[in-house]
Each structure stands twice: as structure tokens, then as C-alpha cells.
């Protein structure tokens, strides 16, 4: 199959509607807002990376995708804790594996849950479980294919920038444009995140937040220019999306320090966990609690109570614990979990062990980002879709619209079928040709 017009979306991490006034007098920026439509997007909870991105790609929430944190659930290894980095972990088909069954040709750099992906052609993972792996190559040459590794990957591995955590930002950003400019895949999907460590290292506004978007700009504009000399400009469809929002970061409430005073959560003489009744797994402004599978239900009933103290305790601020139940009825979220913990918003729902329950802003002990998400997603700033092409009806506004929608948008300017995707398509942005029949 051959499509008449391709498809670049770029994922501009942790960026807000809020931004898009900013972002206007940036001249890539303005190039694509200038015809582009739009709508406000409503994430999925929680409110973080990986869940968020899986969701774009396939429609569905976390309780059908099996995404639903951006760690998976390693007890014993607390924030060292492995991402959900392989794509063998999707429970659901992907827009990539629909693309590529149409004879389309793919590439993806830096996507989330992308590592050992089949149906990409040409292929840059994210990967943010570099303890995985022994260094830098070895973690590529495990989970992409040759022709990645060797074209791409491996001649710019130089431009990663090493230190206490990985700057991938002009590996990233060389290695997109080049894939985009040789290779002119009909597919393409590109993750920026440029935005949200901005956003985590200095708070939710600010003079940091335009320099990175001001970041992000030069790089759209290195993707312009290819399309361009390519002569692929005017018949490719681009798309701006973001993951999630970010709120300002006022307390920690460590859940697991609780958990270990009360005797629900037992360490050896070092710190270590040993065992556990009920153990708390992040995921920023939220979390969720797994219960000990020899649980009893006596004990069971314990930790609800305990559960139900915390929720009182003003000073705790945690809003609600909500059962697996309720939380796949009301938010799409489900795994293999017994508890969702939402906090009030700004306060994050901590599991590292050895920290005191209450850690507030401006005490000497509170950890540094300043800013976070993971909040349910009617709280703070929402993300993007900002779509130009000729797909698309300039001007056209869809509203607010939620995030399953992207991907059976993406199907639908493709020509292609994604049945198992929950959303709907965004038909209110486009062109009568490029709606499903």
C-alpha cells in the first residue's frame, strides 16, 4: 500500500495549551499553527509519560493496554525500579503494527514503550532503564534492529550527552531529522522532552519553560526544513501532541515510610525491604498499592483501616484511595494492583524507603524537581493536539477531546483501521477525504 500523504507526529512532552500563545511567536511553531486545528486533550490517569504515550498509540486505556506506569512493579528495587521500555509489554495492537500491515513504512525515535518494536522500521527506543543494560551500545543493540543500530544509532552515539542521568536531547534531535530526511518514512513518531524536564527542574511557568520550547522550535524547524528540500511538505500531515500537564510541587506524602512505621512494611537493619502487606508504587501526583498475595483477610481489613485514617489526615493530603474497581470504572485503570492513591494535587505520592512520611516544600530534606504530574488529568494545564496538513481544516476546533481519540485520528489519516482503539476519531478537524467511510 501507498498512502498520498505521510504522517509526523511529534510529541512535545508536558507541553499546555497554555504554552500555544508562547509557542505562536516561534517561527516553526508559527508555520504550523498558522493553518493547523486543534482541540484540548484530556489525558488518561495517571497522568505520566508511558501510560499517556501507549494510550496514543493504541486507543486504549491502561486496564486494555497493560501500560499502567511509567515503572513497572519491582518492590525490591524501589525507584530503581525498570520502565515499561518493551513494546512485547502492549497488550493491545498499535498504530505501528496497523501502519506496517498496510505496507507503510515506519520509524519512531525516543517513543515510549517502543524497545524491541517489530513493526518500526526505523527504530531509536526510549529506553530509561539504562541498570538494564552493560552501557550505552549494548542498551541499543539490544532493542532495535541492524539497520537502525548501524545507520543511525551507532555514528551518533557521540552526541549523548553522559553525566548522572543521560542527556539524550541532541542525540535525539539529530538522529529524527536525519531518519526523516534519508529514509522519508510514510509514518513517523518522534517523543521531545525538552519541555517537561524543563518543567520538572525549575516548576510548571517561567522563563525556562519558553527557553526549552524555544529548544523545541529548532528542532520542528530542522523537520520543516527536511520535509521541505524532500519536496514532502505539502502532503504530509503534522501533528503536535503532549502527554500530560505539570503542577507545582508542594509535599511529599511517603506512603511506604508510613506503610514500615506501622508494621504493614518490614526492612532489614539497612533499609532494605524484606517483605510486605501493602506496598506503594509511584507514579508522581498518584500512586497504587499492591497487597501481599498470602495477604489474609484479617489483615486485608487492616490496611483498609489504615487506608481510611490516612484519607482523614488532613496533614497526609491524600484525596482518595480507590479500589481497582472503582478506578477501572471511573478512569480506565486497571493492573494488577489492589489500590489507587490520589493525592491533592501538588503533592506527590512517594514510595522510596528511608524518608520521613511528611516532607513539605522549603524543608531542608525535600527533594528537588520542583515540578511533577501524574495527577488526575482535570487538574492543571492540558495537553495539545495541534494538527496541520492537507488532512486537515484549518481553524478547525474539536474542543476538549480525550487522549484515546489521537489514535484513531492518526488511522484515519492513514487510510487504515485500528479496531481495537476505544476513541473516536477527531472528524471535526478534518477534511471530508480524510474521514473513514
Known amino acids: 500500500m501507498s498512502t498520498p500523504h505521510k504522517l509526523l507526529v511529534v510529541s512535545v512532552d508536558a507541553m499546555h495549551t497554555d504554552d500555544i500563545p508562547f509557542a505562536a511567536t516561534l517561527p516553526a511553531f508559527a508555520q504550523i499553527l498558522e493553518r493547523a486545528a486543534v482541540a484540548e486533550i484530556e489525558g488518561i490517569y495517571p497522568s505520566v509519560t508511558y501510560p499517556n504515550h501507549t494510550a496514543q498509540t493504541t486507543g ?51 517513543w515510549p514503550v517502543t524497545g524491541n518494536e517489530r513493526d518500526v522500521d526505523w527504530l531509536v527506543p526510549e529506553i530509561a532503564s539504562p541498570q538494564v543494560f552493560d ?22 552515539l ?50 525556562h ?13 530542522t523537520f520543516l526544513q527536511a520535509l521541505t528540500d524532500n519536496g514532502d511538505l505539502e502532503s504530509t500531515n503534522i501533528v503536535l501532541v503532549s502527554d500530560h500537564g505539570h503542577l507545582d510541587t508542594e509535599q511529599h506524602t ?18 532494605r525491604l524484606v517483605d510486605y502487606d501493602v506496598f506503594c508504587l509511584g507514579a508522581g501526583f498518584s500512586g497504587q498499592l499492591f497487597l501481599a498475595d498470602d495477604i489474609t483477610p484479617e489483615r486485608r481489613a487492616e490496611v483498609a483501616a489504615l487506608l481510611a485514617e490516612i484519607e482523614e489526615n488532613q496533614e497526609y493530603r491524600i484525596e482518595k484511595f480507590w479500589t481497582s474497581q472503582e478506578s477501572l470504572r471511573d478512569y480506565g485503570l486497571d493492573g494488577p494492583f489492589d489500590y489507587v492513591v490520589e493525592s491533592e494535587p ?92
Open 60 to 110: 486504549c486505556p491502561p486496564a486494555r493496554s497493560g501500560i499502567f506506569n511509567n515503572l513497572q512493579f519491582q518492590p525490591g528495587n524501589g525507584d530503581r525500579s525498570e520502565w515499561f521500555w518493551n513494546a512485547e509489554m502492549i497488550r493491545v495492537p498499535t498504530i505501528f503494527e496497523a501502519a506496517k500491515a498496510a505496507g507503510l513504512s515506519v520509524a519512531a525515535v525516543q
Open 135 to 156: 552501557g550505552l551500545e549494548d542498551q541499543y543493540r539490544k532493542t532495535t534492529n541492524e539497520a537502525s543500530l548501524e545507520r543511525y544509532i551507532l555514528p551518533n
Open 158 to 207: 557521540d552526541k549523548v550527552i553522559e553525566g548522572p542521568k543521560r542527556n539524550y536531547f541532541p542525540f535525539v534531535n539529530h538522529v529524527s531529522e536525519q531518519i526523516l530526511r534519508h529514509e522519508r518514512p510514510d509514518v513517523m513518531f518522534v517523543h521531545l522532552v525538552e519541555v517537561d524536564s524543563a518543567r520538572h527542574a525549575g516548576g510548571s511557568y517561567g522563563p
Open 209 to 221: 519553560v519558553e527557553q526549552a520550547l524555544r529548544e523545541v522550535d529548532a528542532t520542528l524547524g
Open 254 to 271: 511517603n506512603l511506604n515510610s508510613i506503610f514500615a512505621e506501622r508494621g504493614f512494611l518490614r526492612t532489614d537493619g539497612e533499609g
Open 346 to 437: 501538588g503533592v506527590i505520592v512517594g514510595m522510596v524507603l528511608g524518608r520521613r512520611p511528611i516532607v513539605r516544600k522549603g524543608d531542608d530534606d525535600f527533594p528537588p524537581y520542583i515540578g511533577n504530574h501524574g495527577h488526575a488529568p482535570r487538574h492543571g494545564g492540558q495537553p495539545v493536539f495541534i494538527g496541520t496538513g492537507p488532512g486537515f481544516t484549518p481553524g478547525a476546533d474539536a474542543g476538549r477531546r480525550s487522549m484515546l481519540d489521537e489514535a484513531p485520528t492518526f488511522a484515519a489519516l492513514l487510510g487504515i483501521e485500528l479496531p481495537a482503539a476505544e476513541g473516536a476519531v477527531l472528524d471535526e478537524l478534518l477534511v471530508k477525504a480524510a474521514q473513514p467511510v
